[in-house]
């Protein structure tokens, strides 16, 4: 089975990628590598792996590489409110023009299914626990593109099978790593400062270990039959927490940390989210808590695997957008 995976040397993208070849699938990666160009590497002497530095804005070249793949998965994007709100003709043009060309161009490759990387954020403020069918209440210019690419395929327009995957905030170590994700953030900062402020810390969000998250794409892939047309919340139950929780766990592992609350903040997300039909669906347990998460932020750079975590390329609101795929 061939899988095409936008956006394939991601945070998530480059997981999911690694997860495909050891499940036994030829993947192919389109990424305009924004961020640590080195990720593709580790794969690009397996016979499985193509990988292609493709802006998806850019039609023409998207078209010829559908020929022959099975699947899609879409998780190219401007990730993020804060790169949303920095970039916003460009997260225009990525998240919804380029999305809607690529669901386009896979109906006309007769792509068997296009599985769309969306997130919990549409729920924006909930009161108690967020369904599928529930308000979406997005809060940002990058939850609207995803709630409108979201609405492209549930009009059923595009004439092709798809599957909606409203991602938790996920966590963990991946080959492009990110810095800028609650639970690694408040891991590295507690870890180099001993100290971390907590904005609006009883604000609560669903967290996935990004292993997980790439595990359920891939038994989305398996089970697509069954799961095809339907949007999935992504995550586990029990796996909702407040961001001081977040903290607390972190203190766990650096127990000198002092945490300072502040009840302001700019980001006034604040939902909790029933994962009950994803489990119905896939019947998946979560493999990774986020103690996992931290332990493994606090053990890359306790070791030196990351040296400069200030990196731009750890952190999406810093991209290298000014032509991304010239050379
Ligand atoms: N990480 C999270 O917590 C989270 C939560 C909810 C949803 N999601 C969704 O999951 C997906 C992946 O997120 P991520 O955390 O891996 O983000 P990421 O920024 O690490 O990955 C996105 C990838 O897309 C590539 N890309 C961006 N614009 C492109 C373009 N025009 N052409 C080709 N490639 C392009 C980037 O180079 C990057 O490698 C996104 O769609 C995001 O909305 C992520």
Redesign the pocket.
């Known amino acids: 089975m061939k899988i095409l995976i936008?956006?394939?040397?991601?945070?998530?993208?480059?997981v999911l990628a690694n997860a495909a070849l050891e499940s036994g699938c030829s993947v192919r990666v389109?990424?305009?590598?924004?961020?640590d160009r080195k990720?593709p590497i580790i794969h690009l002497s397996n016979p499985n792996y193509e990988f292609f530095r493709?802006?998806?804005?850019e039609r023409q070249n998207i078209a010829p590489l559908l020929e022959g793949v099975d699947y899609v998965v879409?998780?190219?994007?401007?990730?993020?409110e804060p790169a949303s709100n920095r970039f916003p003709e460009l997260t225009e043009k990525?998240n919804y023009a380029?999305a809607k060309e690529i669901i386009r161009l896979c109906a006309e490759k007769g792509v068997k299914g296009f599985i769309f990387?969306?997130?919990?954020?549409n729920y924006g403020i909930t009161e108690g626990l967020a369904r599928e069918d529930g308000v979406l209440k997005p809060l940002s210019l990058?939850a609207d593109t995803?709630v409108r690419v979201e609405r492209l395929l549930m009009d059923g327009t595009p004439g092709i099978d798809w599957v909606v995957c409203?991602?938790?905030?996920?966590?963990g170590a991946?080959p492009?790593m990110?810095f800028d994700?609650t639970v690694n953030d408040f891991a590295m900062n507690a870890y180099r400062k001993r100290y971390l402020d907590v904005f609006l810390p009883y604000t609560y969000r669903p967290y996935i270990h990004?292993y997980d998250a790439a595990r359920v794409i891939m038994s989305m892939i398996e089970h697509f039959g069954e799961a095809r047309n339907n949007v999935f919340n992504v995550g586990f139950n029990g796996e909702n927490y407040q961001k001081i929780k977040i903290a607390d766990i972190v203190r766990q592992f650096i127990p000198d940390l002092k945490i300072d609350v502040v009840d302001k903040g700019t980001d006034l997300r604040d939902y909790q989210v029933d994962f009950r039909k994803l489990e119905q669906y896939l019947g998946l347990k979560n493999l990774f808590t986020v103690e996992d998460g931290v332990k493994e932020v606090v053990d890359m750079l306790s070791q030196g695997i990351i040296e400069d975590p200030d990196a731009d390329i750890y952190y999406?609101t810093k991209?290298r957008l000014e032509n991304?795929v010239e050379h």
């Open positions: 936008t956006g394939g040397a991601g945070y998530v993208g480059s389109i990424d305009a590598l924004h961020f990720v493709i802006d998806i804005c879409h998780t190219a994007a401007i990730v993020g990525t380029a990387l969306s997130t919990c954020s990058y995803k409203r991602m938790s905030t996920v966590y991946s492009r990110r994700l990004v999406n991209p991304p």
